[in-house]
């Protein structure tokens, strides 16, 4: 069985149709367009390894994945990507240093599998296991007290591989600010065309770096991807590391398009996810400190808390990391990140960053404003400094990108879960309702434990 994915055509861009297709990852997926899900291979059905994909020198023409036509994103073919996204894209490195790799300690958990919870719109209960498969995992692991209770590998990943994140991109980009602001290096009430000069005359030049940081920017700009003539084609376009058609004539890069960035509204009223904002960000923290997004991430974070592999960022034509969605990781190292996230800045005894980045985080956002967007499965949530905040009685919080990944951090219950996968699904909603309270669960569970 094949998905079937709608060719997106303009009369305007007709020659960028394979363009618009590879700009597809940078983002999310035209697969956010609402879909039967029983039209999609199962996740065991699915593994590369049922598909030979890219073995052999060279590979059968047949089983070749192309960034030029898309084939290689579309699925099935994703669940391979998403751990070979270098190996077909251009990428800036994010160095873990030269110093040895910090162990993480263990205390593995053979019960959690068999744990069981019931699933939104459900009165059956469905297994912790059972919702690895129903998610298309590729990997997950959980910390509990700083110790792996829980850590397994699907599909085409393994320990020594590294995955795409998608949007836990933000993220990272979102706590580098916030790292800068409580260092004294970046100011989030003054404008960000105070530290971009170059976006004075765009959306931005009115909004405060705090407003970028929640998101609750007034932009005049779309990323529904059914619509042929949404914003997110020209910004996809211009962020596109292939060489340009020669009749375009739109701008190159991704910070060349945040400067045609038109207003919409008012600045600081409802908060909007879109990505251009984290990219946005990206430029200032960039400016502010005179080092690209990835060598800040190195600096800061990757470098200092005995990460096992480099990180590794996608980037556009003129090599700017894509703060937005670039970022691909290891699944133990994005655990250690959640870790030292939990703890405020701390890493095994030695403050890393300053502990006020965490608590800012960890106040959450506007729920007014919040309630304003257009996610109604997340009701009472809020968003701050690109972390989205249940606002739960645990007061978890979370990184969250499209196909499945996530980084869920519950600070009452001393718990970090991160999960990668591949859901043909792009968006979170596929796959919330057997997520969300399978995380609650886990987390009931390791608080009653002794």
């Known amino acids: 069985m094949k998905n079937k994915i709608q060719n997106i ?98 205390n593995l958990d053979s019960h959690i599998d068999s744990l069981t919870f019931i699933p939104w719109n459900s009165k059956k209960p469905m297994s912790w296991e059972a919702s690895l498969w129903e998610n298309y995992t590729d990997g997950m692991i959980v910390l509990h007290k700083g110790k792996v209770v829980y850590e397994r590998y699907f599909a085409e990943l393994t320990e020594t591989d590294v995955h795409a994140v998608m949007s836990l991109t933000k993220s990272f980009t979102g706590t580098l600010a916030s ?92 908060f909007g996810y879109k990505t251009i904002n984290a990219d946005a960000l990206g430029w200032i923290i960039s400016r502010a400190t005179g080092k690209s997004v990835s060598q800040l991430l190195s600096e800061k974070i990757w470098s200092k808390i005995g990460m096992e592999q480099d990180a590794y960022y996608q980037v556009d034509s003129k090599g700017i990391a894509f703060a937005g969605g670039g970022l691909s990781a290891g699944l133990r190292d994005l655990a250690r990140f959640g870790e030292l996230i939990r703890n405020k800045g701390k890493y095994n005894g030695e403050q890393i960053f300053p502990q006020a980045a965490v608590e800012d985080i960890m106040k959450g956002g506007s729920k007014e404003a919040f309630a304003k967007s257009n996610h109604p499965n997340l009701k009472g949530w809020s968003y701050r400094n690109m972390w989205w905040m249940t606002e739960n ?34 968006g979170n909603a596929a796959n919330d309702a057997t997520s969300l309270p399978a995380y609650k669960a886990l987390a009931n569970y390791l608080s009653n434990k002794n």
């Open 179 to 270: 790292i800068l602001v409580a260092e004294g290096t970046l100011d989030d009430k003054k404008l960000a065309s105070f530290y971009v000069p170059e976006l004075k005359k765009s959306a931005y030049g009115d909004a405060t770096v705090r407003q970028v940081m929640d998101m609750t920017t007034a932009l005049k700009y779309s990323e529904d991807y059914s619509n042929p003539k949404a914003d997110i084609w020209e910004f996809s376009a211009a962020g596109n590391p292939l060489p340009k058609p020669k009749d375009y004539k739109g701008p190159v890069g991704y910070y060349e398009y945040l400067e045609t960035v038109e207003k919409e509204g008012e600045h600081g009223e409802i």
């Open 9 to 106: 055509k303009t009369s305007n861009h007709k020659t960028w149709q394979s363009a618009a297709i590879l700009a597809l990852f940078f983002f999310f997926s035209i697969e956010l367009m609402a879909q039967d899900k029983q039209q999609f291979l199962s996740a065991k059905e699915s593994e590369p390894a049922n598909f030979e994909w890219m073995q052999g020198f060279p590979p059968a023409p047949d089983k070749v994945l192309h960034t030029w036509d898309g084939s290689f994103f579309k699925f099935p073919a994703i669940r391979w990507s998403v751990v070979h996204m270098r190996e077909i894209l251009p990428t800036q490195n994010v160095s873990r240093g030269l110093e040895a790799s910090e162990a993480l300690q263990y």
């Open 393 to 426: 009685e645990n007061a978890a919080f979370a990184a969250r990108g499209v196909h499945g990944q996530t980084i869920y951090i519950d600070p009452a219950a001393e718990m970090i879960i991160v999960r990668l996968a591949s859901h043909p699904i792009a």
